[in-house]
């Protein structure tokens, strides 16, 4: 029998699924795991460097960039684990977190789903956790509150900044880049969202999660490190295009309608106008400033 089916979607990062499915099978300990690579037509090496450095891998070759959610989707049917791994390409398994993972979720039946403690590269914390975003904490980002008081629990409470994320708690959302869910919920409740093409998706499937029930855990016994968002660096600069910026707020505002309903998308509309005229508002201060110091000195 399968403990874990680990899903991958890779899109040209040959050498970040390199390390990470190193990692896997070196860190696998005594489970009996199953890895799919789910690949958007990767065109720098990666299916010839899977198939000859990891037979064992089942690659998926999909027809195009079809999306992180549809990726991850075709991958799922074919899978048998227990539980299911939603893994990133650009992160590293260290030492049992796999298998601490499993364990946790074999001795917690109320447990949907979980996530491990995320490191960056150097060692340091990476901040992983969510609270499911409101009405509220979306005020609090329009003016920044989140930003300029990220300790407290009143401002800082959807990012979870607060939080050193050093002890076993119950979460709402763990962060998608690795996020370990039971089978029989998936086969319940549906897999991703494809209506979201990415940003929102872990967000929304976690949302699901505990609206069937089932509670979701942050356990940081088992650590993984994450490169942060290099797996899919190729969007980097989509996200801060226009382009970007309009499927961010796509995703946020189907994920408030799905969730809370239509009624709160204009308000978020309005925050949103609200934030543009306050970051124009201090563009011209700044430059008011400059200008009548310039005036003073000459």
């Not at 956790?129 to 409470?157: E, H, I, S, V």
Request: aromatic share 14%; with cysteine.
């Amino acid at each position: 029998m399968i403990d874990l089916s680990i899903i991958i979607v890779s899109w040209n990062v040959k050498d970040l699924l390199d390390e990470c499915l190193a990692s896997i099978f070196a860190n696998q300990d005594r489970l009996q795991i199953e890895v799919f690579v789910s690949d958007n037509l990767s065109n720098d090496g990666t299916p010839e460097m899977v198939k000859k450095k990891y037979p064992q891998v089942k690659y998926i070759q999909n027809e195009g960039n079809i999306g992180f959610t549809k990726a991850n989707n075709r991958a799922l049917p074919q899978a048998s684990g227990k539980y299911i791994f939603y893994l990133n390409p650009d992160t590293i398994i260290k030492p049992r977190a796999l298998s601490r993972m499993v364990e946790f979720m074999a001795k917690t039946p109320s447990a949907g789903a979980l996530g491990p403690r995320l490191l960056n590269s150097d060692g340091t914390l990476q901040l992983s956790c969510r609270t499911f975003p409101t009405l509220t904490t979306q005020l609090y980002n329009t003016l920044f509150l989140d930003a300029l008081f990220p300790k407290t629990k009143l401002f800082g409470k959807y990012m979870m900044s607060w939080w050193q994320h050093d002890d076993l708690r119950a979460v709402n959302q763990p962060m998608g880049s690795a996020l370990l869910v039971r089978k029989e919920i998936l086969d319940k409740i549906g897999a991703f969202d494809e209506n979201i093409i990415f940003w929102y998706d872990e967000v929304d499937l976690c949302k699901r999660i505990k609206n069937a029930g089932w509670q979701i855990f942050f356990l940081p016994s088992a650590e993984i490190v994450h490169y942060g968002g290099q797996g899919f660096g190729q969007w980097k600069g989509i996200r801060k295009s226009l382009w970007g910026a309009y499927i961010w707020r796509k995703s946020r505002n189907y994920f408030f309608k799905k969730s809370y309903g239509f009624w709160q998308v204009p308000i978020l509309m309005l925050l949103d106008v609200t934030q543009i005229a306050i970051i124009l508002g201090l563009l011209y201060l700044i430059v008011k400033l400059i200008w009548l110091a310039i005036n003073f000195v000459f």
